[in-house]
């Protein structure tokens, strides 16, 4: 949310010609509220982006996105067919959108990818550059039986590394692929909800942001360190 300092100003009588003291005064003010405009300003420029481009539109792409979108961040929920997602979006309310993954990942900041584990190699190569420097929640899981071959690449130097080699530059994050999407609460039970949330990342800044991306969830965040302690999920 962002903040603004209130402008406080005190007043005291003066003596002189009141023309003289009037424009002075007058100046006085309009120098405070410019300066004040500007500072307010630099602290909206400073604000980190809430909004999420959450790639994959699915039961878990739903349930993440609408608990998010509830708890105050703008979610766009991108997909290959943005025009056949009107249910989705109506369902998460808040101001959602969807759009297509391209022009998705270029509005947001914080990107989550909530697709079946195969699509993430063709992801990075058509928006892996666009995604680099934004913050990437990861919640993919590798099945052998859908995702073929690469389940047992990912598998060898774990998901989470093999999916951090994929988006090479971007801020990873490894999170709620533990959690099944019918497990989450709805956004009206978020605040009674009792689950643990492990992540995992190799950038330490951006641990404020996943805790909140956790908590938005109903969930406790269980910070385990690098994305090498993710092997075994």
């Given at each position: 949310?962002?903040?603004?300092?209130?402008?406080?100003?005190?007043?005291?009588?003066?003596?002189?010609?009141?023309?003289?003291?009037?424009?002075?005064?007058?100046?006085?003010?309009?120098?405070m509220l410019?300066?004040?405009?500007?500072?307010?300003?630099?602290?909206?420029?400073?604000?980190?982006?809430?909004?999420?481009?959450?790639?994959?539109?699915?039961?878990?792409?739903?349930?993440?996105?609408?608990?998010?979108?509830?708890?105050?961040?703008?979610?766009?929920?991108?997909?290959?067919?943005?025009?056949?997602?009107?249910?989705?979006?109506?369902?998460?309310?808040?101001?959602a959108e969807a759009m297509a993954v391209g022009a998705a990942v270029e509005r947001a900041d914080i990107v989550t990818l909530a697709v079946p584990y195969a699509a993430e190699p063709s992801i990075a190569e058509a928006h892996g550059e666009a995604m680099a420097g934004k913050v990437l929640v990861n919640v993919d899981n590798a099945f052998a039986h859908r995702d073929g071959e690469i389940a047992a690449e990912a598998e060898a130097v774990g998901e989470a590394v093999y999916s951090a080699r994929l988006f090479e530059g971007?801020?990873?994050?490894?999170?709620?692929?533990?959690?099944?999407?019918?497990?989450?609460?709805?956004?009206?039970?978020?605040?009674?909800?009792d689950f643990e949330i492990p992540w995992t990342t190799n950038d330490e800044s951006v641990r404020p942001i996943a805790e909140a991306l956790i908590e938005?969830?109903?969930?406790?965040?269980?910070?385990?360190?690098?994305?090498?302690?993710?092997?075994?999920?």
């Open positions: 949310m962002f903040r603004f300092d209130r402008l406080r100003t005190s007043r005291r009588a003066r003596r002189g010609r009141p023309g003289c003291l009037s424009l002075a005064v007058s100046a006085l003010i309009l120098l410019a300066g004040t405009a500007a500072g307010a300003g630099e602290n909206t420029a400073s604000e980190p982006s809430r909004t999420i481009a959450m790639v994959g539109a699915g039961n878990m792409g739903q349930a993440l996105g609408t608990l998010w979108a509830a708890a105050g961040y703008h979610v766009i929920f991108a997909t290959r067919h943005p025009d056949e997602l009107d249910d989705v979006v109506a369902a998460a309310g808040h101001g971007t801020r990873f994050i490894r999170a709620f692929n533990l959690k099944g999407a019918a497990s989450f609460p709805s956004p009206d039970a978020v605040e009674a909800a938005a969830t109903g969930g406790t965040p269980v910070y385990e360190g690098g994305l090498d302690n993710a092997r075994e999920y």
